[in-house]
């Protein structure tokens, strides 16, 4: 396929997390579809149910870098979202790498900024406060 097909998937990919609409993801996963989201395996069937689950509401996602190279995709990503049940809002940075074959996405791999999306809905302390914290923490491990 070329750069341009393969552009349209990861984007059509984003805009199913972005609008809530599964109907997205059922067009360009392959059945046999598998990613690794921070380190964990996760089926089509993993990945379909948490989009179904997502707490998050007005949700924008800017794809701020695109690179192909034969059958893989990889974007840099910034996400805008609410968490719904408290309502605060959050801008997450992430990278996603998608392999596909025969116009399906057949494998994935991401990561995204975990620690700064929790120190902004206020879960985990930041700055000054959160080295100290992580301090307190392993001392107590110890």
Sequence with gaps: MSRK???AIIRQYLKGWETGDSSLFEQVLAPDFVDCMYGQLRTRE???EQAGETTYSDRQITI??????????AVRVTSRLTRAEIGKRATITG???????EGKMVEGWGEHDRLGHLQQLGVV???EEYRR????RLSAAT
């Design 95 to 101: 990278m996603i790498m998608v392999r596909i074959k």
């Design 46 to 48: 993993a990945l379909l």
């Design 64 to 73: 701020e870098d695109v690179m192909c190279d034969d059958d893989k995709v």
């Design 5 to 7: 097909q393969n552009e």
């Design 133 to 136: 914290w992580v301090r307190e």
């Design 125 to 127: 302390p930041g700055g």
